[in-house]
């Protein structure tokens, strides 16, 4: 069983290339969106527990009928856009509060990329493990790769970033014989996160 203790999410292992592990994704990714929702409920975000639930019944509708890896897939995206319906300061705006706010909750296990794109020598990683680029896609999670045993995972939702760190250490470490690499996860601008989901999966 892979467990995340900052969000308490666990899963067993997916077998890469079945529908099964697209289910999990799916279901791995509404936990997330629940642990997320929770936090900025915590930080005065999300008004009350009643706009906390429907945000939640809206995306499970729409991941009931996106493309698994879309990158509308990722809640941080969905709510920016489910609230800049609500107020003035548009996409980009939400997003930034969003990134404050997570910050602040978990500001220890977090670092903030803001300088621009980041350069992604990822494929020899995809390669040498296939079930890391699955895990990443269906997170919405690129992993670019520092060297042979250093990781950063780029994530607009830094709760789906540390669920993909921990799917990455217990797959590349069973492809390695038991030797993880160590995974860093980096909370990136809009525009950085964009550009490299569309280099990594095409979508």
């Known amino acids: 069983m ?3 203790p900052v969000t308490g999410i666990s899963f067993p292992p997916p077998d890469p ?3 099964a592990t697209i ?3 799916i279901s791995i990714l509404e936990a997330i969106a629940n642990c997320t929702a929770i936090h900025l409920h915590r930080g005065g975000y999300l008004a009350g527990e009643h706009e906390k639930q429907e945000v939640l ?3 499970r509708s729409h991941l009931a009928v996106s493309a698994p890896g879309a990158k509308e897939n990722d809640f941080v995206l969905f709510l920016a856009d489910y609230q800049a319906l609500k107020h003035a300061i548009g996409r980009d705006g939400e997003i930034k509060r969003i990134h404050k706010i997570l910050q602040r909750q978990i500001y220890e296990r977090i670092h903030y990329w ?3 794109n980041l350069s992604d020598p990822s494929h020899a990683l995809y390669v040498q493990c296939p079930s890391v680029r699955v895990a990443c896609e269906l997170l919405v999670c690129p992993a670019i790769c520092a060297n042979d045993d250093i990781v950063h995972v780029a994530a607009l939702n830094p709760f789906a970033g540390l669920v993909a ?7 590349a470490g069973q492809i390695r014989f038991g030797e993880q690499p160590f995974v860093f996860l980096l909370m990136v601008e809009f525009a ?7 280099r990594h999966f095409a979508l």
């Open 114 to 116: 803001s300088l621009g």
């Open 165 to 171: 760190a921990e799917w990455i250490r217990n797959d």
């Open 17 to 19: 290339g079945t529908c």
């Open 2 to 4: 892979i467990f995340e």
């Open 23 to 25: 289910e999990l994704g």
């Open 192 to 198: 950085a996160w964009t550009t490299l989901h569309k």
């Open 57 to 59: 019944a809206a995306y």
